[in-house]
């Protein structure tokens, strides 16, 4: 192990380990069933010099209450009027004192040893920005449901002819761009580097993880841990369940928002090629919104073109005409 790991010896099977302060961030809302399972799996994390801010975004049950039981220094407790997720996110990340940055939604779980082991990783390697690992999958009463092992099984959605699409490049960036396979902002650990370079999460319903993790690839290399080191609930309650031609303009929004990141180092490389082509087709799937993607696309064209930034914004904060697109959207 890494000499800035610094072991305590009077118990073994007990091991506590040391090093750059990692800040955790729970966005909480409505989980008192829950958030007291996220608190504890930190508490209970070898790794110990951590921080944990938790942004209470408006909870109408007893979440803050079930909080507030948990006594420790290192625990910061803030309430909030409900601003959504990524508002709750990007306040807690704007306190955080890390040189590393951590989500945890607050129904997900923490295995004991995931920063002891991804702390470590990053440190040996300091090209990567962003990690994630194979996650449990479990369900409203913690039953183990499946190991998602990255991009390589329990795809969110299919492609006709998976032999032929990115799946079988075995590259982290181009099955990213394919799907989120990282399934959860639970899942990431970056450095505050990173974040200060690309900004925090966007206001996305549904896909403001996938939108992070794309940014954070065009700029850093970025590495799964092949090992499950974290517990991913999925319920009826789950935000991803509740509006699905919400999410469905969101994924479009995403492919046309995020594609060009790639142009001349992922896609198009050179004069490209035949199989370039081939496996750039066979990984979209819009799910029969490609007008959609195409109309999102334009308009970021044209509003680049007279010069504003960042014009996929609009389509996000302008609900008129969001809306407008979303009657457009098949679902």
Known sequence: MLDFLKRNKKNESTKKIEGPLVSIVIPLYNHEKFIGQAIEGILNQTYQTWELIIIDDGSKDNSVKVAK?????????????????????????????????????????YEKNRFEIMIAEMEKNPEIGFMCSYIT???DEGKKLGVKEGWKNMESWQVPHPELSFKQSNDFKKNLLMTNFTSTTSNFLIRRSLYEKIGGMRNLRFAHDWDFALRAAEVTECKMIEKPLMQYRVHNSNTISSNRKWML?????????????????????????QEDIISLVESINLQGNDKIFWIILMFIEAQE???????????????????????YVVE
């Open 69 to 109: 039981k948990y006594k420790d220094a290192r625990i910061t407790l803030i309430e909030q009027e409900n601003a959504g997720a990524h508002n709750a996110i990007n306040r807690g990340l704007k306190m955080a004192k890390g040189e590393y940055l951590a989500i945890l939604n607050s129904d997900d779980v």
């Open 137 to 139: 999958v479990i369900n």
């Open 249 to 273: 303009f969101e994924i479009a929004w995403m492919w046309a928002t995020n594609i060009k990141r790639f142009y001349g180092t992922l896609l198009f490389v050179g004069k490209g090629s």
């Open 305 to 327: 073109k007279i010069g504003v930034t960042n014009p996929e914004e609009i389509l996000l904060d302008n609900d008129e005409l969001r809306n407008r697109l979303l009657e």
